[in-house]
T-cell receptor, first 112, second 108 residues
């Protein structure tokens, strides 16, 4: 069953704490993405990874970094969480251009 | 400006009725993908279109890259169709560009 798996599903962190969101895919897709979804804003792109150690900033990368050491895993890291990073985070993967995207189930992060 | 304009922002339907969601694009897009975010928060892939139309059950989507729009039609709406629907455009660039979503509420 081809899918994108995100962990955890729900997370509560205090301001200033480190946050690690993990994403895995079993389709050998080269490209992976991290988006955040906020009401009225759709999904906004945080980072793209084109393959292992080949990452690129998206539209709203500030306050985030990523890690891709294996093709099947793509992590989103918040080194010092802020309250405005409270959001729902979605990971996705695709096999490249002219192909559809597969999304994970999302991680709901609350920063207090 | 926004490259993907999705409308309406909210839609209320009675069971058995239908309606359409629309996304307009400010530039030529290579393809469009439609998703539904269900009550559990998961993004469900509905359609991926590079042109023409696709149909799946009570849902039908069309994409016209020349006219710069895509539609998603829901017919014979059921309660489980409730959720937030997103279109996302593939400009041939780095990643999908999302619309702001349409919250669909289906009532008995």
């Amino acid at each position: 069953d081809m899918k994108v798996t995100q962990m955890p599903r729900y997370l509560i962190k205090r301001m200033g704490e480190n946050v690690l969101l993990e994403c895995g895919q079993d389709m050998s897709h080269e490209t992976m993405y991290w988006y955040r979804q906020d009401p009225g804003l759709g999904l906004q792109l945080i980072y793209i990874s084109y393959d292992v150690d080949s990452n690129s900033e998206g539209d709203i990368p500030k306050g985030y970094r990523v890690s891709r050491k294996k093709r099947e895993h793509f992590s989103l890291i918040l080194d010092s969480a802020k309250t405005n990073q409270t959001s729902v985070y979605f990971c996705a993967s695709s096999s490249g251009q002219n192909s559809d995207y597969t999304f994970g189930s999302g991680t709901r992060l609350l920063v207090i | 400006g926004d490259q993907v304009e999705q409308s309406p922002s909210a839609l209320s339907l009675h069971e058995g009725t239908g309606s359409a969601l629309r996304c307009n694009f400010t530039t030529t897009m290579r393809a469009v993908q439609w998703f539904r975010k269900n009550s559990r928060g998961s993004l469900i892939n509905l359609f991926y279109l590079a042109s023409g139309t696709k149909e799946n059950g009570r849902l039908k989507s069309a994409f016209d890259s020349k006219e710069r729009y895509s539609t998603l039609h829901i017919r014979d709406a059921q309660l489980e169709d409730s959720g937030t629907y997103f279109c996302a455009a593939d400009q041939g660039g780095r990643a999908l560009i999302f619309g702001t979503g349409t919250t669909v509420s289906v009532s008995p």
